[in-house]
């Protein structure tokens, strides 16, 4: 039982380069949520996902875009990615009735230079 | 505006009692969480509180009050392991989690 697993661990990216971040979980979850995590602040939401096929915004979603198309999957995108995207990415799984009561991936440490 | 505040830092001694508080100010309450973090790995949940009161967990409890939007999580008996970040977090009007930047445990043998 992996639990939440995140590809890549890490990856280094020039201004305006793309990538995808994967997140699966082999737990039947129906929601999942993009986080980073930066020095001296708390975990902020980028995207969230209450179920297959349907996707919302967090606190922070500009310059990133999500997919859901598996129950299992739940994908990042940065199309264009900035300096300012430099962060720790953690993916988090829960499920509809413990909602809050998350599993988190180890992370991606991602460095767009 | 939405804000958890939590201390940056703390240090404390093998074998003794810590205290971590959390103050909270969310549009709307649905619970309380903590959430512990070793250094470059996932956090992990720890407690939660909906209702007024202490929770226990073993070594670890954690209390709310919240007409005072008040939290604390307590460690007893400290082991080396417990060398951690705290992360305090609000379920606000919509389920979603408000993070505190998170509070650094450091345990001195």
């Known amino acids: 039982n992996a639990g939440v697993t995140q590809t890549p661990k890490f990856r280094v990216l020039k201004t305006g380069q793309s990538m995808t971040l994967l997140c699966a979980q082999d737990?039947?979850?129906?929601?999942m949520y993009w986080y980073r995590q930066d020095p001296g602040m708390g975990l902020r939401l980028i995207h969230y996902?209450?179920?297959?096929?349907?996707?919302a915004k967090g606190e922070v979603p500009d310059g990133y875009n999500v997919s859901r198309l598996k129950k299992q999957n739940f994908l990042l995108g940065l199309e264009s990615a900035a300096p300012s995207q430099t962060s720790v990415y953690f993916c988090?799984?829960?499920?509809?009735?413990?909602?809050?009561?998350?599993?988190f991936g180890a992370g991606s440490r991602l460095t767009v230079l | 505006g939405q804000n958890i505040d939590q201390p940056t830092e703390m240090t404390a001694t093998e074998g003794a009692i810590v205290q971590i508080n959390c103050t909270y100010q969310?549009?709307?309450?649905?619970?309380l969480f903590w959430y512990q973090q070793h250094a470059g790995e996932a956090p992990t949940f720890l407690s939660y509180?909906?209702l007024d009161g202490l929770e226990e967990k073993g070594r670890f409890s954690s209390f709310l009050s919240r007409s005072k939007g008040y939290s604390y999580l307590l460690l007893k008996e400290l082991q080396m392991k417990d060398s951690a970040s705290y992360l305090c977090a609000s379920s606000d009007s919509n389920y979603q989690l408000i993070w505190g930047a998170g509070t650094k445990l450091i345990i001195k043998p």
């Open positions: 969310t549009s709307g309450f649905n619970g």
């Open positions: 509180n909906v």
């Open positions: 996902s209450v179920g297959e096929g349907t996707t």
């Open positions: 737990m039947n979850h129906e929601y």
């Open positions: 988090a799984s829960g499920t509809e009735s413990g909602a809050n009561v998350l599993t």
